[in-house]
Structure formats: structure tokens, C-alpha cells
């Protein structure tokens, strides 16, 4: 079973910024995927970033604001997140995939305020 714990998430005013960890109980080199996910009330989950194979993306709302990165050392995914919109409120999930299995972490909420 991979443990995956989210951290980082709070109240921000809007234009400001806020970093979100993900650490796993598993190498990091062993997962072949990993990225963040957003659920707001009332919508579905969300991709919003993603990093695999050295290769990382984004959704079309938070490019150029959102920036995925790991740290090796630490088995951690981390979303600094700038220029926050009061519609990036949302449940900040972190995903990782280990051997074709997604596991999740249990979410960090993030509020931005207007």
C-alpha cells in the first residue's frame, strides 16, 4: 500500500501564493506518474498538473501560474501556485501512480479570497 500525504493548503487573498507537498511512502523513481488534481463544490475532479517521464503539463487555467517539481531526496511531488484566482478554490488532491495503480492522498483545501 503507498501512502500519499498532501500539505500546504490554507486561505490566500487572491494574487498571492501558496506551495503544496506531496510526499510518498515509496520511492520516488518507482512511480511512473504523479500530479495534482482540484475538485471545487459542485464539479468534478480535475487534473492541473502532471509530471511523467520527465515530462510535466498543465490545464489550460493555471499555465504560467502553477509549477509542478519533485524533490528526489524527499520522495516529494510539490504545486507552487502563483497568481492565485479566488476560482482556484478548490480540494488540492496529489496522485501517483505505482505499477499501472493511481493511489491518492486525502486532499488539502485551498481557499483563495477575493
Known amino acids: 500500500q503507498v501512502q500519499v500525504v498532501e500539505s500546504g493548503g490554507g486561505l490566500e487573498q487572491s494574487g498571492g501564493s501558496l506551495r503544496l507537498s506531496c510526499v510518498t511512502s515509496?520511492?520516488?523513481?518507482?512511480?511512473?506518474?504523479m500530479g495534482w488534481y482540484r475538485q471545487a463544490p459542485g464539479k468534478q475532479r480535475e487534473l492541473v498538473a502532471f509530471?511523467?517521464?520527465?515530462?510535466?503539463d498543465y490545464a489550460d487555467p493555471v499555465k504560467g501560474r502553477f509549477t509542478i517539481s519533485r524533490d528526489n531526496a524527499k520522495n516529494t511531488v510539490h504545486l507552487q501556485m502563483n497568481g492565485l484566482k479566488p476560482e482556484d478554490t478548490a480540494v488540492y488532491y496529489c496522485?501517483?501512480?505505482?505499477?499501472?495503480?493511481?493511489?491518492w492522498g486525502q486532499g488539502t483545501q485551498v481557499t483563495v479570497s477575493s
Open positions: 496522485n501517483v501512480v505505482y505499477y499501472r495503480q493511481p493511489y
Open positions: 515509496v520511492n520516488i523513481f518507482s512511480l511512473s506518474a
Open positions: 509530471t511523467s517521464s520527465g515530462h510535466t
